[in-house]
């Protein structure tokens, strides 16, 4: 079983950078595609990011392209999200998630593993 433990979230500023972070357990193999999607109160969960298994694919939301960046590194087992030129509609819980496959997934549903979420806030 695959366990996903996400941190890094919390409150700041409109214009200012997070970095989130999602540490994986439970197996040790690197051939694992990674995610970020995020869903704000009443709003649908929302693709942001994913990648594949050697780091060396990405692919963004609309909403964010430019703006954030996913990386991982296998040696850690944790994957990464940079977020910079927050704005408040960036406001959302944000989830990490992964699945045995080696290239990039930007559906939920393809994904097998979720984890709890960490809050960001941006304030105006």
């Known amino acids: 079983q695959v366990q996903l433990v996400e941190s890094g979230g919390g409150l700041v500023q409109a214009g200012g950078s997070l970095r989130l972070s999602c540490a994986r357990s439970?197996?040790?193999?690197?051939?694992?595609?990674m995610g970020w999607f995020r869903q704000a109160p009443g709003k649908v969960r929302e693709f942001v990011a994913a990648?594949?298994?050697?780091?060396?694919?990405?692919y963004y939301g609309t909403s964010v392209k430019g703006r954030f960046t996913i990386s991982r590194d296998n040696v850690k087992n944790t994957a990464y999200l940079q977020m910079n030129s927050l704005k408040p509609e960036d406001t959302a819980r944000y989830y990490c998630?992964?699945?045995?496959?080696?290239?990039?997934?930007?559906?939920?549903?393809?994904?097998?593993?979720w984890g709890q979420g960490t809050l960001v806030t941006v304030s105006e």
């Open positions: 998630a992964s699945d045995s496959t080696a290239g990039w997934l930007t559906q939920y549903p393809q994904y097998k593993y």
């Open positions: 439970g197996r040790t193999d690197s051939t694992y595609a």
């Open positions: 990648i594949n298994w050697n780091g060396e694919s990405t």
